[in-house]
C-alpha cells in the first residue's frame, strides 16, 4: 500500500523545505536548523520558530503551533489540514495520489468572527502564499466607522484575483487573519458615508471597490456603493441599508456585469423606492467600468439621464448578447397588473432645491401650514428675481450665453392636484416675506433700495394688456397719476419691473383660443427679450426691457380641460416652469409665521436684494463650468411630444435658476453649488411636467398616429384609413417625415410585384438603422 497523501506531500516538500517557507511566512531568516519570523505573518523577528529538518514549529506569542509544514499552512491560510495538502500540491505542482483521502476526513473547526475587527488587532497581512503580494486593499465599515473586512487585490500574469480577509478566531486558536469571506449578510462598501448624505440622495451601485472609488469621484452628489465577492456573491449582501432609496446600477460592460446588475435590481425590488440601471454605450471596449481610463470625447454623467427600468434593460440586454439571456422569471417579477396602467409617481422635490436663507424661509412657512414646499419655493424664487432686475432699463444682473442675455426672469405655473391644493398656502406666506415691515427705513435708504417691484393679481388676457402695465409713461401720464395719489410714493420712469400672481391661469388658457388673441406672443416676448412691438396699425403699445416676472395657479381638473387644444399650451409652455403642488399635511388652524423668526429672514433678504441690484454681468467659476459641460448634452437633449416642447428650454430655465440661487446666496459668481440647485429646482419642474403632460402629442393628429401604431405596423393605405380618409396628403405627409426624421417612428418600403408598398412603425434601434443613420430620408407616398 503506497504511502497516504500527507505523506506524500510531506516527502516531496522536504528537499526545499526552506523555500515553503518563506512562501508561507515571508521576511523571516534561518538560525542555525531554524527558521525564524515574527508571527504566523511572517516578518522579521524570532517569536515564531520552525524546524528544518522536522517542519514542528511554534508561534510564543500566540500559542500557536504546528507538527509539520502542512499543519503549518493550514494556520497560515485558515483552512484544514486536507484542503492544505491539496493547495500544496497545487502551489508546487505535486502529483500526489488521492486514494486514501477519503480515509482522512477532516473535522471542520467552527471559526467565530471578530466583528468590529479590535483596535488592537495586528496589522493584515499583504502577502499571500499563492498569489503573492498584494496590489491594493479596501477596508468594510459599519455605520459608525468600524472596520469589518478587508478584500485584497492581486495582479497576476493572466488577470487579477480579489480575496477577501478576516480576523478571528477557531476554538483551538488565537485571534488571527484568515483568508475568508464573511457569511452571508455582508455589510455594503462605504456604509460610514451614509450618514452624510440627505435621505433622498440617489444610491448609485457599481460592481467592485476600485470602481466604487473612482464612481464617488466622478459623481459627488450620488452616494456610490458596491458589494463584495463579485457577480457571483450579490446575494450574500445585505442591502436593507438602501430601503425607500432611489437606486441607479451602473454595470460593468460585458455579459456577466449586466447579469449581476439585473440579479441585483431583482434583490431590490422590495427594498427600493425606485431601480434604474444604466446601459453602458456599446461604443465602450468590452469589460470596460467606471475605474478604467475615459475614451476620448465620453462625459459618464450624461448616462444618469438616459437609465432604463429594468425590464426595458432586460430587453436591451437580451439584444446585444448573441446568446440571448433567458431572464423571463426575473422579467416577470417586474410585471404586474398595474403595469397595464400609466401610473406616474408624484414628483419628489429635492432639499438641494431651497438652501441658505431660502431654505430658512420654505421650512418656517411649512412648519404650521398646508403649503407645499416647492410651490412656496418657486414663489420665492420668481419673486426675488422680479425685485433686482429692471429696476431702470436693462439694469441688475444677468448672464450671456453667447450675445444672448438671461437675466434672473421666471415664469411659472404652479398645478395643484385639485382645489384642495390651496392656492394662498404658498402666495401669501412669500407676499408677507417681501412686504418691508419688519426693516428699518434708515436700513431702506443706507441700501439704496427702489421702491418694490409692481404688483398684479391677473388675470392674464392679451400681450397688450402685459405691455399696458410696462410702457413707457409720458410725462403728462405721471404727472396725472402723482394728482391723483398725491400720498404714494413716486416711481422712477425707467422702472420696468411686474410681478403678475395670477391665480387663474385656466383664464387665460381659454384667451389664446380667441383668434387674433396675442397673450401667447406676449408671454413669449416677455420672458425672452423684454421687448415688446406688435406691427399692429392702430395704436400699438411699444415696450422696451421690460422686466415681469409670472406666477400663476391652475389645478390638474382645469388643465385636462384646456388641453383639449393643445395648442393653448404648445406656443409658450416651455417658458414656464410647471410645479405640481399638494397640501403637505392637514392642520386644522394654521398658525401665523412667528414675527421673531420672519423678521430677520426679511430684514437679510432686502439686504441681498439690494446687493444683487447693483451687480452687472455675472459668470461661473472654473467648477460650475465643468459641471455645465458634464450636464449640458443631457439638458439640451430633445424630448418628444407635449411634455418635450415644454420642458425644451432646460439648459435657459437652469442658467436663470443659477443666477437667483447666486444671488440669494450673496455671491457675484455662479458656484457649482448654486448650479446643482438650480438643477434640483429644474428637476422637479421636469418630473412635474411629465406628471401633467405624459406621453400626451405635441399635436392631436400626432397622438392619434402613434396610438394606432402601438398595435402594429400599418400601411400608409391602413393609416389613412384610420382617420376614414378625412386626413388630407398635404397635412399627413409632412407629419410622418417629421416623426421620423425625430426617430419616433419607421417608414420603409417593401418591394413587391407592383408598387412599393410603405410600411409605417414605431421606430425601433435596430444594426440595420444604425448603419444607415446617416442616409437622407425619401420622401413618402401616401
Known amino acids: 500500500m503506497s504511502l497516504d497523501i500527507f ?130 486593499f479596501w477596508g468594510y465599515k459599519d455605520a459608525q466607522g468600524n472596520a469589518l473586512f478587508y478584500t485584497v487585490r492581486f495582479d497576476k500574469p493572466d488577470g487579477k484575483v480579489v480575496l477577501p480577509l478576516c480576523f478571528g478566531k477557531n476554538a483551538q486558536s488565537s485571534p488571527q487573519w484568515v483568508w475568508k469571506a464573511l457569511p452571508e449578510n455582508r455589510p455594503l462598501y462605504g456604509l460610514e458615508k451614509f450618514a452624510y448624505f440627505t435621505e433622498d440622495i440617489t444610491v448609485l451601485i457599481v460592481e467592485g471597490e ?77 469589460k470596460w467600468d467606471l475605474a478604467d481610463q475615459l475614451p476620448t470625447d465620453f462625459i459618464p454623467q450624461t448616462c444618469l439621464g438616459s437609465v432604463l427600468n429594468v425590464v426595458d434593460f432586460i430587453q436591451e440586454m437580451n439584444k446585444r448578447f448573441a446568446s440571448h439571456i433567458s431572464v423571463t422569471s426575473i422579467e416577470d417579477s417586474f410585471l404586474s397588473e398595474s403595469d397595464a396602467l400609466t401610473l406616474k409617481e408624484w414628483p419628489k422635490f429635492s432639499l438641494k432645491a431651497y438652501p441658505g436663507i431660502l431654505g430658512d424661509f420654505v421650512n418656517l412657512t411649512i412648519s404650521d401650514s398646508e403649503a407645499d414646499p416647492a410651490a412656496v419655493c418657486v414663489t420665492t424664487l420668481v419673486r426675488f428675481g422680479a425685485e433686482v432686475y429692471g429696476y431702470a432699463p436693462n439694469k441688475g444682473p444677468y448672464i450671456y450665453v453667447g450675445e444672448t442675455i438671461h437675466p434672473p426672469r421666471l415664469f411659472a405655473v404652479i398645478c395643484g392636484n385639485s382645489s384642495k391644493a390651496r392656492k394662498g398656502t404658498s402666495k401669501y406666506p412669500v407676499t408677507k416675506l417681501f412686504s418691508r415691515d419688519y426693516c428699518q427705513s434708515s436700513d431702506l435708504i443706507n441700501w439704496k433700495l427702489p421702491l418694490s417691484a409692481r404688483e398684479s393679481g391677473g388675470p392674464l388676457s392679451t400681450g397688450e394688456g402685459l405691455a399696458f402695465h410696462v410702457r413707457d409713461e409720458t410725462d403728462e401720464e405721471r404727472e396725472r397719476w402723482q394728482r391723483q395719489h398725491p400720498n404714494e410714493p413716486f416711481r422712477e420712469k425707467g422702472d420696468k419691473r411686474l410681478i403678475i400672481q395670477d391665480e387663474e391661469f385656466a383664464s387665460g388658457l381659454a384667451c389664446t383660443k380667441r383668434e387674433g388673441n396675442t397673450l401667447s406672443m406676449g408671454i413669449r416676448c416677455f420672458w425672452d427679450s423684454g421687448d415688446y412691438a406688435p406691427l399692429t396699425k392702430n395704436n400699438p403699445v411699444l415696450v422696451r426691457g421690460a422686466h415681469i416676472s409670472i406666477i400663476t395657479h391652475i389645478t390638474m381638473q382645469e388643465l385636462t380641460v384646456a388641453l383639449e387644444n393643445v395648442q393653448a399650451v404648445n406656443g409658450f409652455g416651455n417658458r414656464f416652469l410647471w410645479i405640481c403642488a399638494r397640501r403637505a399635511k392637514l392642520v386644522a388652524l394654521p398658525s401665523r409665521m412667528p414675527e421673531a423668526k420672519l423678521a430677520p429672514i426679511q430684514r437679510e433678504l432686502w439686504k441681498l436684494i439690494a446687493t444683487a441690484q447693483k ?40 442658467l436663470r435658476l443659477s443666477l437667483i440661487y447666486a444671488l440669494l446666496d450673496g455671491q457675484e459668481f455662479i458656484d457649482e453649488t448654486h448650479l446643482q440647485s438650480a438643477l434640483a429646482m429644474w428637476q422637479y419642474a421636469q418630473d412635474s411636467a411629465l406628471y401633467i403632460f405624459g406621453e400626451r402629442a405635441a399635436d392631436p393628429l400626432e397622438e392619434k398616429i402613434l396610438t394606432a401604431l402601438k398595435a402594429g405596423p400599418l400601411t400608409a393605405t391602413e393609416l389613412s384609413a384610420v382617420f376614414q380618409r378625412n386626413i388630407p396628403r398635404e397635412k399627413l405627409q409632412p407629419l410622418l417625415q417629421q416623426l421620423e426624421s425625430q426617430q419616433r417612428i419607421s417608414i420603409t418600403r417593401q418591394k413587391g410585384l407592383g408598387r412599393p408598398k410603405v410600411i409605417i412603425a414605431l421606430y425601433e434601434i435596430t444594426t440595420e438603422n444604425e448603419l444607415n443613420e446617416n442616409n437622407e430620408i425619401n420622401e413618402i407616398s401616401l
Open 210 to 286: 476600485k470602481t466604487a472609488d473612482a464612481a464617488q469621484v466622478l459623481f459627488p452628489d450620488y452616494l456610490v456603493t458596491t458589494w463584495s465577492g463579485g457577480g457571483n456573491a450579490v446575494s450574500k449582501t445585505d442591502f436593507t441599508p438602501l430601503r425607500d432609496k432611489k437606486v441607479i446600477i451602473w454595470p460593468d460592460n460585458d455579459e456577466a456585469g449586466f447579469k449581476a446588475a439585473v440579479e441585483l435590481a431583482k434583490l431590490l425590488e422590495v427594498l427600493a423606492q425606485d431601480i434604474k440601471i444604466v446601459l453602458p454605450p456599446i461604443s465602450l471596449p468590452e
Open 615 to 654: 451687480r452687472g454681468v455675472m459668470s461661473m467659476t472654473k467648477k460650475a463650468r465643468e459641471l455645465w459641460a458634464c450636464i449640458y448634452p443631457e439638458l439640451s437633449k430633445e424630448h418628444p411630444g407635449l411634455s418635450g416642447g415644454i420642458i425644451n428650454r432646460a439648459e435657459a430655465q437652469t
Open 7 to 136: 505523506e506524500q506531500v510531506k516527502a516531496c516538500l522536504q528537499p526545499n523545505v526552506l523555500n515553503v517557507l518563506q512562501d508561507l511566512l515571508p521576511g523571516g531568516k534561518v538560525v542555525g536548523r531554524e527558521y525564524l519570523c515574527a508571527s504566523l505573518q511572517g516578518g522579521v523577528g524570532k517569536s515564531c520558530v520552525t524546524n528544518l529538518e522536522t517542519g514542528i514549529g511554534s508561534d510564543f506569542a500566540t500559542g500557536d503551533s504546528w507538527g509539520d509544514v502542512i499543519a503549518l499552512g493550514a494556520k497560515v491560510w485558515g483552512i484544514g489540514q486536507f484542503e492544505a495538502v491539496q493547495a500544496l500540491s497545487k502551489l508546487y505542482h505535486l502529483e500526489a495520489e488521492n486514494k486514501t483521502a477519503s480515509k482522512y476526513p477532516q473535522k471542520t473547526q467552527e471559526f467565530t468572527y471578530l466583528l468590529p475587527i479590535p483596535s488592537n488587532a495586528p496589522i493584515f497581512p499583504t502577502f499571500h502564499a499563492i498569489h503573492g503580494k498584494a496590489s491594493a
